[in-house]
């Protein structure tokens, strides 16, 4: 089982020193570009690694592959999963498209929100930001580059919505948060890749205590989750990071949705906000 789990680059570097020098050639190569792997036959890979056929042949097999093929079906899952050292290929060297002009990044950044924007429903939205105002508590959950999303949401909800909360905070478990859910809450987990193993057990355990569960993804994710509301975004990026600007327009809409339907009291309680600011001339 742990086999299956290591990465393509973990597994080379664990066998590095035991390479014969041709095996070594062809390492060094797959480490220095090992995106590039999905993309290559085994004959291309071996004339521009300079080994044998043959080489490549040992060199996979060693690596704990059936075949070339499994493993470059093992890089296109990491790829696919939004490894940035897969991601930067060749094509990111001297001589490639320039993936860092403002252009292709705003470009790319427009085209983001508007392929997220036009799947959203208005009627699904109203729909979240009811659950939301009418929940207990609203628990929203982020690891990795998910967690300063969560924590952007939580902030912008907390306008309106004293009981958000984001989770796990440093030094906490999820099971401390879990134990503490209910079917009258509301949980919103931001599932951007890179997602961490534990990830599905997460959400399947929250999705028990809290039918109301909302999943933010990127578009192409094709885990099924339990959830009652699945919002995907478009995240692609000219470089090898991924573009959150999607995310964010989506919050956004989520929390001005919230703003709209909370009303009078809504209004009543940005207002104490507001007089708390200027008490303690906060700001």
């Known amino acids: 089982m742990q086999a299956t789990r290591k990465s393509f680059v973990g597994r080379i570097r664990e066998q590095l020193d035991q390479l014969s020098p041709s095996e070594r050639r062809l390492a060094e190569f797959a480490l220095d570009f090992p995106g590039d792997l999905a993309g290559y036959t085994a004959s291309e890979l071996a004339g521009l690694a300079n080994v044998?056929?043959?080489?490549?042949?040992?060199?996979?097999?060693?690596?704990?592959?059936?075949?070339?093929?499994d493993a470059r079906k093992h890089v296109r899952s990491e790829k696919s999963a939004g490894s940035p050292l897969l991601l930067a290929g060749t094509e990111s060297g001297p001589g490639a498209a320039d993936t860092g002009s403002l252009g292709a990044?705003?470009?790319?950044?427009?085209?983001?929100l508007g392929a997220t924007y036009r799947r959203l429903s208005e009627a699904q939205l109203r729909e979240i930001a009811e659950a939301i105002l009418n929940a207990r508590k609203v628990w929203i959950v982020g690891f990795r580059s998910s967690q300063p999303l969560a924590l952007y949401l939580r902030w912008q909800l907390l306008q309106i919505v004293p009981s958000a909360q984001a989770v796990p905070g440093a030094g906490e478990?999820?099971?401390?948060?879990?134990?503490?859910?209910?079917?009258?809450?509301?949980v919103i987990?931001?599932?951007?890749?890179?997602?961490?193993?534990?990830?599905?057990?997460?959400?399947?355990?929250?999705?028990?205590?809290?039918?109301?569960?909302?999943?933010?993804?990127?578009?192409?994710?094709?885990?099924?989750?339990?959830?009652?509301?699945?919002?995907?975004?478009?995240?692609?990026?000219?470089?090898?990071?991924?573009?959150?600007?999607?995310?964010?327009g989506l919050c956004h809409l989520i929390v001005t949705q919230?703003?709209?339907?909370?009303?009078?009291?809504?209004?009543?309680?940005?207002?104490l906000v507001e007089a708390f600011h200027d008490a303690l001339d906060e700001l």
Not at 53 to 67: E, I, K, L, P
Not at 105 to 112: E, P, T
Not at 173 to 186: C, Q
């Open 258 to 271: 919230v703003m709209e339907l909370a009303g009078t009291p809504g209004r009543r309680h940005l207002g």
């Open 189 to 248: 987990v931001l599932a951007l890749r890179r997602r961490v193993r534990e990830l599905p057990s997460v959400v399947a355990q929250a999705a028990k205590a809290c039918p109301r569960l909302l999943y933010i993804t990127e578009q192409g994710a094709t885990t099924k989750v339990p959830a009652r509301w699945v919002l995907r975004c478009d995240v692609q990026a000219p470089g090898v990071l991924d573009n959150h600007a999607a995310v964010i």
């Open 173 to 186: 478990t999820m099971g401390e948060h879990l134990a503490g859910m209910t079917e009258d809450d509301v």
């Open 52 to 69: 044998s056929n043959a080489t490549v042949t040992r060199f996979v097999r060693r690596m704990g592959y059936a075949s070339y093929d």
């Open 105 to 112: 990044h705003l470009q790319q950044g427009l085209a983001n």
